[in-house]
């Protein structure tokens, strides 16, 4: 099963919302990362929870709308490398770097537990505080190694990064389109990543397994 909800945790790359056209219905499960030898295969970056899940999810579509499928998965010096059907050579594959790969949502499972939430169902939402004052809307989910961050776009500058845990976060409401958040002290002296915390590109660690749903700690 791909992209299974984990309880209170999130997965270490941003949350995407899907092709452009309909970025709703669409989660990503996994990013083509460089070409790997001459054969049509390339490094991949999954956000799954567990990488071979990607092979059992039949076509998934890229940005543009057109479809592929991975009929092979192998590791190779700590890398994910992938095969895809109909691409048959290095020229064919580098066409795809940076593509993100995508599953429909109507292909997930319903979560059927508290406190467990897929990251695109977090995107958007309002971030209000205990006295409902609103302080901005999610941005993406990340973590830059230190622990699971929520980016909290501000409407009066830059964005701040709130821990996604139940002492931060005490209440998500999707379906009210908003989370409650208690702010940490100086939160805003601190709005954002130093330099170099930014997320790597797929070709510069080996490929988180983490899954885009998420609960928190």
Partial sequence: MADRPRDRRT?????KTGPAATPADYVALAE?????GVRGAARLRVFAEEAETLTDCGPLALSDGRTIEITRLETSGGK???????????????TLRGET???PRARLPEIDEDDTFYHVD?????????AG???????????F???????VARPDGPSVYLPFTRACVPEVDIAGGRLVATLP???????????GEAEDGPDDEAPDQDTPPEGRP
């Fill in 11 to 15: 997965g270490r790359r941003p949350a």
């Fill in 101 to 103: 790969l995508w599953l």
């Fill in 145 to 151: 190694g230190a622990g699971d961050l929520i980016e």
């Fill in 80 to 94: 994910l490398i992938a095969w895809f059907s109909g691409i048959p050579d290095r020229t064919a594959v580098e």
């Fill in 185 to 195: 002290d100086n939160l805003f002296d601190d709005a954002s990543p130093e330099p």
């Fill in 122 to 130: 977090l995107m958007g939402l309002a971030v209000v505080d205990a």
């Fill in 133 to 143: 004052t609103v302080l901005g809307t999610v941005k993406s989910v990340q973590d």
């Fill in 32 to 36: 083509i990362g460089a070409a790997h």
